[in-house]
Structures are given as structure tokens and as C-alpha cells.
């Protein structure tokens, strides 16, 4: 018996036209966008709009395993969501490839999409985008502690 992998998208009409929120996670999380890796990312990520007409880049983060953008076409466009992200995680695989060397897989088969429905979710999400990197840097050891330590009393 032959195993497929779940397809996840919606009917692709939906991807057409719209604002949406896109995150990318590299394969098994490595550190891979971090000094040059990042800016090849960043670049590649500003260039959607050059690369396919009728859509634009709003809001972006490359963190050292991930992706966060926020990508919207204001008209409907021959090319669909889906189709601008496969040609981005083409695109950056082949670059790291020529740049690094690297073989094999740079991204995770799917992704995770959002469709932005209101101003107030387009305001939220870029609040996030523009946190993601000061989440990265919490020590999560400091803040919540292990297991190990006893918990405070309380009185």
C-alpha cells in the first residue's frame, strides 16, 4: 500500500487574491538562516514581487529555522498561493546549494498559512512577526525553570 501525505491546502480560488501569513521551517529545524544564510533569505523573500507580478511582500522575519512573511495580492492574480511559496523554497534551496554546498532538503514538505481577514488580525500578526525574534531569545530556563528545582512555597 503506497502512503500519501495529506494535502492541506484549500481550493486554490482562495489564494488568488487576499493578504495572507506564511511560516517556513527549515528541515528539522536546523540553524540555517543565520549570517549569510539570512540575508539570502531576506533577499530571495523581497524579491516575490519581482519574480511574480500582482503580489508583494508586507512584513517579513528570517529567524535562525523559520520564516514569518506576510504576502498579499490586491487583484487576482494567474499565479495562487501556493505556487509563490513553492517557487520561493525552490529558489532559496538552490541558492544555499550554490552558495554552501548543501545537499538535500533545506525546507519541511508543508508549510503553514493564514488567510488575514480583518486589519485588526493584519495588525496582530505583524505585532508577532516583529516579537518572534525577542521570544527567540528568552531563556525559557530562567523564566520557568526545570522540573528538577523545587517550586516557591507559597504562604
Given at each position: 500500500?503506497?502512503?500519501?501525505?495529506?494535502?492541506?491546502?484549500?481550493?486554490?480560488?482562495?489564494?488568488?487574491?487576499?493578504?495572507?501569513?506564511?511560516?517556513?521551517?527549515?528541515?528539522?529545524?536546523?540553524?540555517?538562516?543565520?549570517?549569510?544564510?539570512?540575508?539570502?533569505?531576506?533577499?530571495?523573500?523581497?524579491?516575490?514581487?519581482?519574480?511574480?507580478?500582482?503580489?508583494?511582500?508586507?512584513?517579513?522575519?528570517?529567524?535562525?529555522?523559520?520564516?514569518?512573511?506576510?504576502?498579499?495580492?490586491?487583484?487576482?492574480n494567474p499565479h495562487a498561493l501556493p505556487d509563490v511559496v513553492r517557487a520561493f523554497k525552490s529558489l532559496a534551496a538552490y541558492a544555499f546549494k550554490n552558495r554552501f554546498g548543501r545537499a538535500g532538503s533545506l525546507w519541511q514538505p508543508n508549510y503553514y498559512e493564514h488567510i488575514i481577514r480583518s486589519e485588526k488580525s493584519l495588525a496582530n500578526i505583524r505585532r508577532y512577526i516583529d516579537n518572534n525574534p525577542l521570544k527567540e531569545r528568552l531563556d525559557w530556563n530562567i523564566i520557568d525553570p526545570p522540573e528538577s528545582e523545587p517550586a516557591p512555597r507559597t504562604p
Open positions: 500500500m503506497k502512503h500519501f501525505r495529506k494535502h492541506l491546502r484549500l481550493h486554490p480560488d482562495l489564494y488568488r487574491t487576499g493578504w495572507f501569513f506564511v511560516t517556513i521551517v527549515s528541515r528539522s529545524r536546523e540553524k540555517a538562516f543565520i549570517g549569510t544564510g539570512k540575508e539570502i533569505i531576506e533577499h530571495l523573500l523581497r524579491s516575490i514581487p519581482h519574480r511574480n507580478p500582482g503580489w508583494g511582500i508586507d512584513w517579513l522575519v528570517a529567524m535562525p529555522d523559520h520564516v514569518h512573511f506576510i504576502v498579499v495580492s490586491h487583484r487576482i
